[in-house]
């Protein structure tokens, strides 16, 4: 689904796979205008006024959402490991599709997940074993063609501070937030520490009804995303759809 404006798909700096609902349904205009931006149409689009909260302090609580796109991580960015190109990768992931079931999503509620907000699906709802089970699968069938992470990229996720289990997750997986440790979310802010907590608890109310209306989602796609350059925004290239 590519678009005129879509960067090459081939020369992309690193790729992920997330879930994301499809473009121009409900649920993928509001999750981006709640960020203030399409990462299909590639373009800004206007954020929810939030009375008392001014709309550049909007703007920065999501700017590190942003960048992502809607999105949940099933597998985080990664670069490309030597002799694998861009056709070999989206073969794999549709392969992997082609290997998963759809099925109805918990319904999503809005919630604090350590210092950001997010939407999680309401726990202990019978779906959320199929999403841990599709985000593994995510995980260990495509890290074979990820890159190893460089002595930076590891230095800079330690700099968070790990547990000796999810240290031993980023050096096999890539990333510290898989299998146990993965918890399924659509990010709404990024780092809320050290904002004002009246400014917090408006935006916490704002999201709450904003998508209080959210109809319950399916899950019936994998979506590739790409970073085209180090840095950059990332842009949704496909989406996937599983079998049958």
């Not at 604090?112 to 199929?130: G, K, Q, T, W, Y």
């Not at 990333?175 to 520490?193: K, N, Q």
């Amino acid at each position: 689904m590519t678009t005129s404006n879509t960067p090459s798909p081939a020369t992309a700096h690193r790729y992920a796979v997330y879930f994301a609902p499809h473009p121009g349904t409900l649920a993928w205009l509001a999750g981006s205008h709640w960020l203030g931006r399409c990462a299909a149409l590639l373009r800004p689009l206007p954020q929810l006024d939030i009375h008392g909260v001014a709309k550049e302090e909007l703007e920065r609580l999501t700017a590190a959402p942003r960048r992502y796109g809607w999105h949940a991580t099933l597998k985080a960015p990664f670069a490309l490991a030597p002799g694998v190109d861009w056709l070999t990768l989206q073969h794999a992931v549709q392969t992997l599709a082609d290997s998963l079931r759809p099925f109805n999503m918990p319904p999503l509620q809005v919630q604090r997940i350590d210092d950001f907000l997010a939407l999680v699906p309401m726990p202990s709802h019978p779906a959320n074993a199929e999403i841990q089970a599709a985000a593994a699968a995510c995980v260990t069938q495509l890290q074979p063609l990820a890159a190893p992470l460089s002595a930076s990229d590891l230095a800079r996720r330690r700099a968070a501070g790990l547990t000796p289990r999810q240290d031993a997750l980023l050096q096999q997986w890539g990333y510290p937030f898989v299998l146990e440790e993965f918890r399924f979310h659509l990010s709404l802010t990024g780092s809320l520490a050290g904002e004002r907590e009246d400014t917090v608890e408006l935006v916490l109310d704002a999201a709450e009804q904003f998508f209080a209306d959210l109809p319950p989602l399916r899950f019936n796609s994998l979506a590739l995303f790409a970073e085209p350059a180090p840095g950059a925004d990332f842009v949704l290239l496909d989406h996937l759809e599983l079998g049958a």
